[in-house]
């Protein structure tokens, strides 16, 4: 199991980006996956899981902002980022359900980690 994220970087406040999660070792579209962040001096939070069906939980902060989706051909998984504000400053991680399950649970769930990449929105 790889994933590789890509697409971060700094933007000013109300700008956009889209992050790019590569995958291999495992079928993106068949498995639990998602999108967390941390900045620095703060704890590790989910920003949003998708479900093989396309069900999909965003945290509050993100909700209206932020969209995931998944490209099957290229097994991808996208984060849009729009509207983006300060304090979306982090680095941004994908991540695959611990057990590579079709269905999402708890955050906690999540197991299998990129190395990261950073957005910096300055305001």
């Known amino acids: 199991v790889e994933l590789v994220e890509s697409g971060g970087g700094s933007v000013q406040a109300g700008g956009s980006l889209r992050l790019s999660c590569a995958a291999s070792?495992?079928?993106?579209?068949?498995?639990?996956m998602g999108w967390f962040r941390q900045a620095p001096g703060k704890e590790r939070e989910g920003v949003v899981m998708i479900t093989y069906t396309g069900y999909t939980r965003y945290t509050d902060s993100v909700k209206g902002r932020f969209t995931i989706s998944r490209d099957s051909a290229k097994n991808t998984l996208y984060l849009q980022m729009t509207a983006l504000k300060p304090e979306d400053t982090a680095m941004y991680y994908c991540a695959a359900h611990r057990t590579l399950r079709l269905t999402c649970g708890d955050w906690a769930d999540f197991g299998n980690w990129g190395q990261g990449t950073q957005v910096t929105v300055s305001s």
């Open positions: 070792g495992f079928t993106v579209s068949r498995t639990c």
